[in-house]
């Protein structure tokens, strides 16, 4: 692993000090440790940034897209080359167990390999014209300087899901690492250099969201701006891209419901609750935070739940299910969330607290937690928590459970488990939510898939998939005329 005690900026190929030689301290989520510092970027840090990304710009984007192809293919050959050392960062930075460190670069690999492949299918349409002799066929450009903002919870696909998309359309990137995963930030900017990508075409700024994320968001050179992170500040992002018109794509959060009908195979449905409320330690935004369970089989489905949730292992070595949350703050806010759904009614069936296990004293360690009796106008029933804490609702009949998993703000994803296909596509096509699961659990896409919410999830833009091409690009229609009497 790349030893720095100090993780700078990396700009135009190079490292770069913050201005005000401020750091910010990382800790490590499992022993409380301090485990490195990050640069504390100042606006102006994050204007050197993109002054750099607009300079190697025109260079980057007069390149065919099947050369940017190539280019991007060498960063794929080393990420695969160096995926040990990718994961072991991930591990450490986010305490995650290290076959989940191990299956993120895995799925940031194969969405690099997606959209470096997109290169050589850059498609544009040819279209008809009411003209006779008019020809007309559209191209995509790059709209200029990216700014890609991310969170900390699967930072290395994070930072692919934006980063290729917006490098194969020919746009320069500036990103701002989340401040919980700096280091890999840091070794992926340094990666794509070795690769052969040119100095400035790819740029990381560390810090925090105010300031550095938002002299992005402020900055009339940075055309298009995509955020992954918490509804509010996708909002404040909407808002002040909007004023100047720049491209805004929001990836926000999720209250995911997911229904379990009195047809369904339990044990599925078991497995699938247990993956969907706490993997990652719930710190998904498609996490199923909500278990609608119709009310025949409600008890029987809750028992086996809780079984099974309390002989999950917390722990970052490989036997483990779930690691700690990111940082002590976002530990202590989960806990307050739950102690607050017990004034509202709330029963704790299972966690609630941090574990009592002395191994785990220092880390951000939250009990996988299962609640029920909670209305669901409850704080609990319809704010996003991001921790693995999960709320259980009985419920009448098919109907109901709509009614019940379309009742919040969000609209990210939802998961049904019946055998019934006709129940299935009732709820699929009614339920709000831009994707939706049959038998499976509340998870996210795969890389050719369009991933993104309804609702207060998102502001409409798919990401990744094809659609992904349509933020990161602008269509131009190209027409010419053939003069007949030429001939
Ligand atoms: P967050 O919004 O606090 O921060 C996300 C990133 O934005 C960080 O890099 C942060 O520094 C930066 N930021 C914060 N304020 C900013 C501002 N004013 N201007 C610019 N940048 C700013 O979110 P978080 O707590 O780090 O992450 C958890 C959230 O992310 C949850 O709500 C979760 O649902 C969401 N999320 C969504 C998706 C998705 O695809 N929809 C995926 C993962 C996480």
Redesign the pocket.
Known sequence: MVNVARIPNWINGQNSLPESNAWLDKFNPHSGELLCHAADSSAADAKLAIVAASNAFPGWSELTPVKRGQILFDIVNLMKQRSGELAECIAVETGKPPQDAKGEVGGAILQAEYFASEGMRLYGRSLSSGTPGKYSHTIRQPRGVAGL??????PIA?IAWKTFPALICGNSVVM?????SPRIAYIFAQLTKDAGLPDGVFNVIQG???P???A??EDPQVTVIS????????R??AEVGGRRLARVSL????KNPFVVCDDADLDQAVHWAILSAFSNAG????AGSRILVFKEIYEEFRDLFVTKAKSLKLGVDAVCDLGPVINKR?QQNIIAAIEKSKTEGGRVLCGGTAPSDPKLAKGYYVQPTIIEGLQPSAALSCE?V?GPVVTLHPVDNLADALRLANSTEYG?TAAIHTRNVDRAMWFAQRVKAGVANINLGTF?SEPHMP???FGA??NGTREPGIEALDVYSELKNISFFTRSNMI
């Open positions: 903002i991310v969170p900390a919870n699967t994070n701002k690492a989340s401040e919980d925090r969201g105010q550095a994320g938002a992005l968001v955020f992954t992170g918490s509804t509010g500040v996708g404040w992002i990836e926000l959060g999720g710190q998904r935004c498609a976002q996003e991001f990210l996210g991933f993104g919410g999830s998102g």
